[in-house]
């Protein structure tokens, strides 16, 4: 069953701006933790921000001033908004996030599929 269903990449020139969204199925009744990570090719995957349940907010430092993540609770889905990107942002992003699951009520943690984000030199 998919749980997370990303969307939002593509290509970007350099400078300009994405929004990635990462929704999360009925199955997750609320999100307690989030993150976004990305695998450039031929590197292994990298934290870019997350979110802890606690609220507090971290951000790599490559992308630290331009990448923000949140969420809307309404549609339970968060998303990382990409400003002024780089080629070096090139990479599969990937959503993770600890949801709270329909059916036992516990904490898990999911992944969504991925979505390719591409910006040329």
């Known amino acids: 069953q998919v749980h997370l269903v990303e969307s939002g990449g593509g290509l970007v020139q350099p400078g300009g701006s994405l929004r990635l969204s990462c929704a999360a199925s009925?199955?997750?009744?609320?999100?307690?933790?989030m993150a976004w990570y990305r695998q450039a090719p031929g590197k292994q995957r990298e934290l870019v921000a997350n979110k802890t349940s606690g609220g507090s907010t971290n951000y790599a430092d490559s992308v630290k001033g331009r990448f923000t993540i949140s969420r809307d609770n309404d549609k339970n889905t968060v998303y990382l908004q990409m400003n002024n990107l780089k080629p070096e942002d090139t990479a599969i992003y990937y959503c993770n996030i600890d949801g709270r699951d329909f059916y036992t009520y516990t904490i898990r943690n999911y992944w969504g599929q991925g979505t390719q984000v591409t910006v040329p030199s």
């Open positions: 009925g199955m997750i009744v609320s999100i307690n933790a």
